[in-house]
């Protein structure tokens, strides 16, 4: 009951303010905001109440996979959108993401290889991120805008997480990383305003997830 909650709620309020703060102020703003693990974390403490702390901290360990799979998904996806409509950007993006998890997730044995890999992988892609423009000002959305971002996340909330429950906690671990809202964000303001909205929204997002990756989640393996 308490994931399902976290499910149906999280991910909404999640989606409502981040589409507000971008709105308001800028795409790459909106991008800061989804640094916070918001999806994650409750879902994290969910299992270490119903599993205990070594499954958390194996979870903990598989979540840098999926960080990784984060940073290739961000590369593959702002490298092409200059290029490429958003689904193709997409599917090759999801690709980069999955590929990184199969191969990583058996390798990485502990929280110091994951911090390792990611932390040059992060600072690789910010040497070499995509430019954007930094000054446009997002056009007017409709008004199904905002619902169909919503039930977008849901849905791929659900049809992940149904999968990754049954994979033990390290695979639980990396596919809870999943970009569910980068995808959702990223395709939704590549589609409504354009190549440059998406890089600026993954831009501002690439920048803070340092704050998840070396802080927040090492103190989930150390005190829990």
Known sequence: MQILIIKILLAPLFIIFTYLIQKRYSARL?????????????I?????????????????????AGQIGL????FSYTKLARK???????????ASYLASVLILTPIISNIFVG??????????????????????V???STRWDLPVRIISALFLIFTITAFAEKLGPQYAGALAMY???TSIMATFNHYRFGANSAIALMHGLT???????LFIFPALAIFF
């Open 115 to 136: 911090i390792s890999v990611w932390l040059l992988l992060w600072f690789l892609i910010m040497r070499t991120f995509t430019d954007y423009d930094k000054s446009e």
């Open 84 to 94: 490429h409509p958003w689904y193709i950007c997409l599917v090759l993006a999801m």
């Open 30 to 42: 909106g991008g800061v905001f989804m640094a916070v693990p918001f999806i994650v974390l409750p």
């Open 71 to 74: 940073l290739c998904f961000i």
């Open 207 to 213: 920048q803070y997830l340092f704050v998840t990756s």
């Open 138 to 140: 997002l056009s007017s």
């Open 44 to 64: 994290l403490m969910v299992l270490y109440l119903q599993e205990g702390s070594d499954f958390l901290n194996r979870a903990v360990i598989g979540t840098y």
């Open 179 to 181: 970009p569910v809202m």
